[in-house]
């Protein structure tokens, strides 16, 4: 079960992401990675406490990964695609 969560479910979902969205949106979904990573633990409870520091680190990456994205110059965009590639 651990080998199908941590191994074959995330780089089937990114096979089935990269064959449906452009290799920028791809790019940028992957570097959010990390900051999926600190909300879950955030979410759980986990770690060190949350300071103003650390929220502001959180939102300028995000908006780094926003800038990258350039949502307001992207055509259409596969949802399902994105999210698969997201993980």
Not at 20 to 29: E, F, L, M
Not at 44 to 49: M, T
């Amino acid at each position: 079960m651990a080998a199908l969560v941590a191994n074959a479910l995330p780089y089937l979902l990114f096979a089935l992401g990269e064959t449906r969205v452009d290799s920028s949106i791809a790019g940028v979904a992957n570097a959010t990675t990390p900051l999926w990573t600190l909300a879950l633990v955030v979410a759980l409870r986990q770690g060190e406490p949350i300071t103003t520091r650390r929220v502001a680190g959180f939102l300028l990456s995000l908006l780094g990964c926003l800038v990258l994205l350039a949502p307001w110059n992207a055509g259409t965009v596969d949802p399902l695609g994105a999210l698969a590639r997201g993980r």
